[in-house]
């Protein structure tokens, strides 16, 4: 028997006291994405053989450090692999911090256990380098083979860290200091909690200091002296305000049969047939063996059997406004797998019934 999570989003009050810092963030504070291409050597005859990218990369890191080889000769790369470096530069990081990055593969090396990449250079999407990355992987995956083609892999030894392996090198621009008004962008598009939190910022600042703008972002007056901006900020994001509900909501992974469903969804008057149909199709193979004096030979026939059983279709109704855990206990009744579940929620999605966003991943 197939079993089915769904995990339910209790129906609590209808709205909850947060602190601003947890639901929203100062506009132009954010991350920013690094990613670099290196070589990674030192490898147990795990990386990419000659590839021939691999072969021009090692050949352009030698004479970077002035050993020139010879034309025509192809080094042994089983030691050394080709690889996409990544990381995240935080907002006003300074020349000099430290940054983890993640290395993989990009050819066809088996594991960068035991690699050391070399140092390589990490842009942004402008084309410019912000930070430079080199150091020793920490991989957490491994794998064996055997001569016999037999294979054992465990995770991922194809990917790696270097934990504090990159420096910045340059400091990204950032308006916060520098904009005639502060911006607060709300982490979910809500206009009831852009009101909540632009007239909680005016009961603790002032009338009019606050105004939301659309669903997402509220503008704030600041002032100009950086330290007075930052003390505005800190006051600012342990300010708590009341967040309206989330919209209804059922999200559906259909891959792993999880079902969640929001404290808000509500179903109309409908009724539900579910019942399956199991075809069983069996082999079996029957000897024909000739008379001793027919002349004939022994052939092999094979014998196929097909059955079809339905199981009886169960129904369920729901009443107007039904609750969330009518709901539930209605669709464990069925006995549903996770693929006739969504089946039956994108149904009551298209008869009109169900009051709620559907989304499957």
């Keep these: 028997m197939r079993w ?7 129906a609590a009050a209808p709205a909850s006291a947060d602190r601003i810092k947890d639901i929203a963030h100062f506009s132009g504070v954010r991350a920013n994405s690094l990613t670099g291409y290196g070589i990674v050597v030192g490898l ?3 990386g990419d053989d000659n590839l021939e990218y691999t072969v021009q990369s090692m050949k352009s890191a030698a004479a970077r450090l002035g050993v020139t080889l010879p034309p025509g000769v192809a080094p042994g790369l089983k030691n050394a692999a080709a690889v996409i470096v990544t990381a995240e530069l935080p907002a006003f990081a300074k020349p000099g911090q430290r940054l983890d990055v993640t290395v993989s593969a990009l050819g066809k090396a088996k594991s960068l256990r035991g690699g050391t990449l070399l140092m390589s250079p990490l842009l942004a999407a402008d084309g410019e380098v912000y930070a430079l990355a080199q150091g020793n992987l920490v991989v957490g995956g491994f794998g064996a083979e055997g001569r016999d083609g037999s ?8 990917s790696g860290r270097v934990p504090d392996g990159a420096s910045v090198e340059r400091q990204v621009a950032n308006p916060f200091g520098t904009a005639e008004a502060m911006q607060l962008d709300l982490n979910e598009a809500d206009f009831t909690t852009a ?10 600042l002032g009338p009019g200091r606050a105004t939301a703008l659309d669903a997402v972002t509220v503008r704030i007056a600041a002032p100009a002296d950086p330290s007075a901006r930052i ?17 209804a909501r059922i999200v559906i992974n259909a891959r792993t049969g999880t079902i969640i469903i929001g404290s808000n969804v509500r179903v109309l008057p409908a009724a539900i047939a579910h019942g399956n149909l199991t075809v069983r199709v069996t082999e079996a193979l029957t000897a024909s063996q000739p ?9 092999v026939i094979p014998r196929s059997s097909v059955d079809a059983s339905e199981t009886p279709a169960r129904m369920a109704l729901f009443a107007p406004g039904v609750a969330l855990a009518d ?9 549903a797998a996770p693929g006739d579940l969504v089946a039956i929620l994108e149904a009551l999605k298209a008869a009109g019934a169900l009051r709620a966003e559907l989304v499957v991943i």
């Design 151 to 158: 294979k054992l892999v465990v995770n991922t030894p194809s």
């Design 231 to 247: 003390a505005l900020a800190s006051q600012i994001e342990r300010l708590e305000v009341s967040v309206d509900a989330p919209p």
């Design 44 to 46: 147990s005859g795990t």
């Design 4 to 10: 089915i999570a769904l995990l339910l989003l209790a």
């Design 291 to 299: 008379g001793a004096l027919s002349g004939g030979r022994t052939v």
């Design 327 to 335: 709901i539930v206990r209605a669709v464990n009744a069925l006995g």
């Design 195 to 204: 009101l909540s939190v632009a007239a909680a910022i005016g009961v603790k």
